[in-house]
């Protein structure tokens, strides 16, 4: 005989997703390259619930037709990629990958540059969230200005489909967490101090420019 179970209590974990809900899912997946696995729906559904709220929508259906019909489509997804992209970040935060940076791919290129007669260097800081990445590289090319890098002009462009990270990546302050990082004497020569907050010099702003890209959208 099997005995009936105990009606196990309601948690938190327990969350069923609307077949809507599901349709938003497939619909960032499909257009923004993001998929929002099972453990995070819940919080899919309440960013969608917080865009809902704004725009006086009562069901999860109406936003899906609101995300879905022109003109508002391309606005309204925008606004949720918003809120949901994850933009943990903070300068020289993977050493590993910049020491490659400094040691392989840079020798490399340069090289080839070199060989083409060519001694202009093009970055690009793909998914550059409020711009951390972006600055940092920016900074190394600095420093490398100073010796191999003599009489070489660079840029980096940096990307991003969060609106809200690039504006703030324009502004270029940024407090404790994201500096903590950063060895001297770099503090002292590529920041201003401004409360507290450090402010990235002009000189290395100069060097990087921001504009919001998606990586799944046809033209990247
Ligand atoms: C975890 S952050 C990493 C930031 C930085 N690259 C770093 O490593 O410090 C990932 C960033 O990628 C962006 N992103 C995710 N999917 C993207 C896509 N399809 N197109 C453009 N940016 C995307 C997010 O908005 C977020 O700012």
Redesign the pocket.
Known sequence: MIAAAAAAPVTRAQFTASPSLMQVRDLIYKT???FQSNNRLRFLDEQCHKRMQALGLRTMRDYFDCLTNKPMARGELSSLLNEI??????FF??QPQLEGIRNVVLPRVMEAKSRMHMRHLRIW?????TG??TYTLAIILLEESKSRLKGWTFEVLA????QR?LAAAEVGGYGEYSVRNIEPPLPERYFRFEGNQLQVTPEVKAKVRFTR????DDAA
């Open positions: 923004a390259g993001i992209t994850i933009g943990e970040t903070f935060r993977n800081s793909a998914g550059c969230s951390e990445e990307t991003d489909l969060n990270s890209l998606s990586l799944s």
